[in-house]
Every structure is written in C-alpha cells, then in structure tokens.
C-alpha cells in the first residue's frame, strides 16, 4: 500500500530567492511560509544554502515531509504534465535550460539542494508551460517561420503562468459545478508579470505568452506585443546586441518606461493628478486586456449550458 502525503513542501527557487510553502494535505491548510532572498549576493551562498536556512527556520516542522514540489519555469515539449524529477528527468529538464537561461538553473539548483538535505523525499516538477502545450493546436502553437527553426531550435508558443491559468480553471469548474471537459473560459493571471488564456473544454487553445513570457500583454517591466521590425530597428539604430535588447525589452519597457513605475499603485496615483503617461499606460494595459478577451472568446465559441 502506497504511502498517504500529507506534509508537502513547496519551493519556487529563483535565481536570487527562494519561496516556500509548507502544506498539510489532509486538512489543507498552510503550515508556514517563507522567503530567502539574496542568495549568491550577501545572503546565502547557494540554493542549498538557501534550503538549510529553510530547515532552520521550519524548525521541527521539517520532519515528516512526505513530498517536495518545484515550480519549474519550461518543460519545452517534453513534460505536458507534472513530474517525478528522478535521474532521467532531470536529464531531460536541463536540455531546456536553453529556454530559460535566467530561471532554469535556479529551478533545478532547488531540486539538487532538495535532494541532498531531504534524502528520500519525493520530488515533484510543476511545470509553468505544461498546461498550456498539453492541449494547444499548432495553429495556435506555430509561428509563421521556416519550419526548419521548429525542428532544430524548438522555435514556437509555449505560453507561461501554467500553474495559475489551470489552477483557476480546476476553481471554476468546481465553483460552476461542471465537470472540467465542460468547462470554456478566459483565464486572466495580472501583475508584473500578465497572461491570459483561452479555456476551451477545459483544455488551452491559445495562450498570450510565446516563447519567451515576454509576448502578449503590457506589463510592468515587459512590452509585451510589438512588430518584430521595431526591434531590429532599435538595434540597427542604436548599434545593440541581443543581451542589451533583451535587457530593454524584458526590464526596462512596459509600464515602467511608460509611466516610470511598474507599480500600478504608483502609475493610478500619478494618473489621479493628471499625468497623462500615467492615463496612457493605463489605457494601453486596459486596451491589451480587452482586446485579448474578446479574441480569446471568438476562438472558444458560445456554447451554452
């Protein structure tokens, strides 16, 4: 007989922080939370450094862990669902670090320390794209490219914030009371980092975020959207390489460029004394918002019941 889990620990390892949760399964509840923040830069020096502070702060709480799970940032085409991270997965997992060269080593660097420190438990990898390439048509899924940068670069949509955007979905059938094949809905994860998501049968059909998290919508830091020739103009104007576009593009566009802040708090507070950047950023975030919607909804189709 299989043993019960009951006490999961979960860790979001980034590459400068760690977050955790402690859960108790049967009764559902929050056990404790925490941030390490720092790691690598004054606090402590590696992920498994980062994981004995944990232990020590959790105290006794620590015992009896039955699982560990790891928000894992890409699982390419490889991993459409949650899992076990043994030997061969990781293998796998650090193939795609490619996709995520910022996110990736920290989020396997959690795995590794979690396996040293809690040997024997369980690690679980959940993947933010799973969701999303599980059930995503390629009409969707494809860029309109050679189809040569598919097949030698993995080069096409995989869409991000795929634990949120199944997770609301799982809430809505539940609170819609509908079996999750029934289920058709526009899911909507906002803050620094946006995306939304067509629901379609419960499955995404289409998803704001491409390759990259950078695609789709105006966020705090981020473009998101924009004609690729502008960027090769920015670049050809100014003499940037790949690494400084990406770093404009990722960190210092969006809201911030717009209005100075990727704050929304900040930006509605200038826009309250008339800062028209402030009302445009806001326009332009709002615009995206509802210009996804009401696509997303023409590829889900009404159906009603």
């Known amino acids: 007989m299989k043993k019960a889990i009951r006490k999961v620990l979960v860790i979001n390892s980034g590459s400068s922080s760690l977050k955790y949760q402690l859960f108790d399964m049967k009764t559902e509840t929050r056990l404790a939370k925490g941030l390490v ?31 560990i799970g790891h928000r894992i940032l890409h699982g390419g085409e490889v991993f459409k669902d949650s899992a076990l991270m043994n030997k061969a997965n990781m293998a796998k997992a650090k193939k795609l670090v490619k996709f995520g060269p910022l996110h990736m080593p920290a989020n396997l660097g959690g795995v590794e320390a979690c396996e040293k420190i809690f040997k024997g438990v369980p690690n679980v990898g959940v993947f933010d794209t799973a969701f999303h390439i599980a059930t995503m048509p390629d009409c969707a899924g494809m860029y309109a490219i050679d189809p040569k940068y598919y097949k030698k670069m993995g080069i096409r949509k995989y869409g991000f914030h795929g634990t949120s955007h199944k997770f609301i979905t799982q809430a809505a059938a539940k609170f819609l009371k509908k ?41 705090g830091t981020r473009c998101g959207d924009i004609d690729a020739a502008a960027v090769l103009s920015i670049m050809e104007a100014e003499k940037k390489t790949p690494a400084e576009m990406d770093t404009l593009l990722n960190k210092k566009s969006g809201l911030l460029a717009l209005a100075g802040s990727s704050d929304c708090r900040d930006i509605c507070s200038k826009a309250d004394k008339g800062d ?8 332009m975030l709002a615009y995206r918002v509802a210009l996804y919607i009401g696509a997303y909804n023409t590829v889900i189709g009404h159906r009603r019941g």
């Open 179 to 219: 079996p999750l094949s029934k289920v058709n809905l526009v899911t909507c994860h906002l803050g620094n980092g946006s995306s939304l998501a067509a629901i379609k049968n419960g499955g995404v059909v289409d998803t704001s975020m491409g390759l990259t998290p950078l695609a789709g919508m105006v966020m």
């Open 37 to 67: 923040e720092r790691i690598g830069c004054g606090g402590p020096k590696d992920h498994a450094a980062a994981l004995a502070k944990v232990v020590a702060d959790l105290g006794d709480m620590a015992k009896g862990i039955d699982a």
């Open 276 to 283: 028209k950047q402030a009302e445009l950023a806001l326009e």
